[in-house]
């Protein structure tokens, strides 16, 4: 079958032009997506009231779960701000909804630091920490970020994923609210993803 | 009588609803500090961030240092979104004022960092402290403490001399 009509070679080209294009939409779109990751590591922490947690508290109930720390001045305040928020818009229907900071810094944030920083923002809010290696394993067990940069002056500051984790009761990563997302479009996002 | 009585209250009112917040500015030579302010912290927290404008007319400088009794420490930091990370880095050697520019340090940005502030600043405080130029030399300042980090309810003051 040789090329007799023309058009069909135009054709062809342009069917493997869209098929290429819509290949590559997909490819982006996953790769925007949370991977429905479940959470596979182990670990022994503490919360603000210096109770021991581990991977359970994952399981069971959905839990918005953020990545963050006492000694930051702009990014973790207003991020936990939006929590309460949302907790407040979502009101009883959010009744099964529990919500963690995990401090990327356990060194410097003890239980009872964590404890009186969260209950600043809502009462609905747990503070976790721990040692630093334990902490490596919720970190990386997310596929979150975090890391330390030390300053000249002998301090550090901490580079950190600023997105809210949204994992369902079945342990399982269903969504990301990114860093200064619209209030109602995130309880939108709760709403559909984790109630 | 009873007119002047009501222009003083109106005075007074004006001075204590917006005395605080107001942008306000310090001039040294030909730089010009812009409505440096702060946030209230959070209880238990132990740094906070400062924010302010600098416009220079004159030659080229560089704000190498800042010193506040508030503070055992002011940084000068970087804050950059790398994608969903925040990352933070301290600048070494300051930060460069071009000549004839605007510096703004802001959220999100460049900004000052207050370490290991025992007393936390909080709501309508003013901070003192001393900014130190390579050239221009050093000028004292007051940072308007406004609301906490993400507070909507207050952030309409916060936009101050944005």
Known sequence: ?195 | MFNKKIVAYALLGSVLAFGSTQAHEFKLGQLEIGHPYSRAMLPMAKVGGGYLKITNSGPADRLIGITSERATTVEIHEMKMNGAVMEMRELDGGLAIPANSTVELKPGSYHLMFMNVTQPFKQDEMIKATLVFEKAGSVDVEFSVGPVAGDKGHAAHSEHGK
């Open chain 1, 1 to 195: 079958m040789t090329t007799k009509n023309p058009f069909m070679l135009i054709a062809t080209a342009l069917c493997t032009i869209f098929f290429c294009v819509l290949v590559g939409i997909l490819f982006f779109t996953f790769k925007d997506e949370p991977r429905n990751s479940r959470f596979n590591a182990a670990f022994s922490l503490v919360n603000d009231q210096g109770e021991k947690v581990d991977e359970t508290i994952f399981k069971g109930n959905p839990s918005l779960v953020y990545f963050g720390y006492t000694h930051c001045p702009e990014v973790c305040p207003t991020t936990l701000f939006e929590v309460a928020g949302y907790l407040k818009a979502l009101g009883e229907d959010g009744a099964s909804i529990k919500s963690y900071l995990f401090t990327v810094d356990p060194e410097r944030d003890t239980p009872e630091i964590m404890k009186s920083y969260v209950t600043a923002f809502s009462d609905r809010i747990t503070g976790v920490t721990g040692t630093a290696e334990e902490m490596r394993r919720v970190v990386y067990g997310w596929k979150a970020f975090a890391e330390k940069v030390p300053n000249k002056s002998g301090g550090y500051s901490m580079s950190h994923t600023m997105d809210l984790f949204l994992i369902g009761a079945d342990g399982r990563l269903k969504g990301l609210i990114p860093y200064g997302a619209d209030p109602d479009e995130a309880v939108r996002k709760i709403r559909s993803t984790l109630l």
